[in-house]
């Protein structure tokens, strides 16, 4: 029996309720609250699960019969040992009241299957990726960001965030750094990795939705880019349902083209996450 079985049945042992078919049981590793509204969480890693640097997951807890499962992104790179997601807290929500409350030593529960359009392999190739995010959106970047093989793809990659409050930011913020000092890619994003965090409410040196600032050629300024082009640039979007909507009209007006696993086109969208 291998070693992910024999955790599910340990961790079956202590729980009240029975772990449902398909379902691996991981232990929360940490936990790190940034506001009343975001946290993030690490559990371990099951040695046969395999994902792509962009997917998500379906994650529950062992709190009833028939455990809610809402979809995750993975927000460590695929190569790590451990598996980071970023959430949201709702008071009521029904996963998210009780999830919000996990300490390391806990048991979450992962459906085994990652899947999810914010891939790679659903793009085609270009000399410039952007990511646009707002909240927890960000939190399949936080993958792709760390992944060596964005690097080999693109020249340039560029993570937007945007969000209501600057202490929002700082899972991104915290992010780049770590990625720009991190052993194994810290070489590969010298020079080509850019970060650009706005705010929708709290004043900051960036302050509107991330559509009127592509709109109004703010991002592009800052940044030192042109326009959104099809011949350069490939988008990948995750956010708020709005967000996702406005900005996949003004990638389209652009002349790009959705793309799928499928069928690799100029940009992709995400609709199943949380937050």
Known sequence: MNTAALRNIEAADRLEFPIPAGVYAER???????????FSFRITRPQSFRFRSGEFVMIGLPNAEKPIFRAYSIASPNWDEELEFFSIKVPDGPLTQHLQKIKPGDIVLMRQKATGTLVLDALTPARRLYMISTGTGIAPFASLVRDPETYEKFEQIILTHTCRDRAELTYGEELIEATRNDPLIGELTEGRLLHFASTTREPSPHMGRITTLIENG?????LGTEPFDPVNDRVM???????????????EKAGLKEGSNAEPADFVVERAFVG
Do not use: N, P, Q, W
Request: overall charge positive; charged content about 25%.
């Open 28 to 38: 929360v590793v940490s936990v790190k609250h940034y506001t009343d509204r975001l």
């Open 218 to 222: 703010e991002l592009f300024r800052t």
């Open 237 to 251: 979007i995750c956010g708020s349902m709005a967000m996702l909507k406005d900005v996949k009209a003004l990638a």
